[in-house]
């Protein structure tokens, strides 16, 4: 509020000052001056609002279609009325794409025809996904325990050689304190 005081209070003055002065004008210009970082920063807020409405509609219309593009026969769909069923038939209806769906239960089972824009969520394909994601995840798993075990091998190797080196060292001191005890043993 103070903001828009302080705005109202700056133009009001810059007419007052104008018709004053008998049009010269140079207040207003400075009072427009002083009110520019206020303008930027209004139309920097309205550009990134507009930025931000196109992503999300882009991202929107790319979800839709990934929907419409998972049907397939046999899968468990929700509409946006809430109506779950089994999708028996795509098909085309008065140029407009459709889906025919089976609910119900044996016995008292009923067919359905929805246009696309009534999908709400194609449950079998959220199922595809999750289980695709967990065995990627699991592949993850599995390459990392043998990247670990590869380096573990590895650790190991240098952890013998250093061992067989401290060996051979101590060997050869051996090796070198028993000749010397034989030739003290000869002398």
Request: with cysteine; glycine share 6%.
């Amino acid at each position: 509020m103070n903001i828009l005081n302080k705005f109202m209070s700056v133009f009001f003055a810059a007419e007052e000052g104008s018709s004053s002065t008998g049009g010269s004008g140079g207040s207003v210009w400075s009072n427009l001056l002083t009110m520019l970082p206020f303008i930027i920063i209004i139309a920097a807020f309205f550009i990134f609002m507009i930025i931000m409405n196109k992503r999300s509609n882009a991202k929107r219309q790319k979800e839709s279609e990934d929907l419409k593009n998972s049907i397939r026969n046999g899968d468990i769909i929700k509409t946006i009325g809430g109506v779950i069923g089994t999708v028996i038939e795509v098909r085309e209806e008065n140029g407009e794409q459709c889906i025919v769906i089976e609910t119900g239960v044996e016995g008292n089972k009923t067919t359905m025809v929805f246009d696309y824009q009534a999908l709400y969520q194609n449950l079998s394909y959220m199922q595809r996904k999750a289980e695709e994601e967990a065995e990627k995840k699991a592949e993850q798993e599995r390459m990392k325990s043998a990247r670990h075990k590869l380096i573990d091998e590895k650790d190991d190797e240098k952890d013998d050689e250093k061992d067989d080196k401290k060996d051979d060292k101590k060997d050869d001191a051996k090796d070198g304190n028993d000749k010397k005890d034989d030739e003290k043993k000869d002398n």
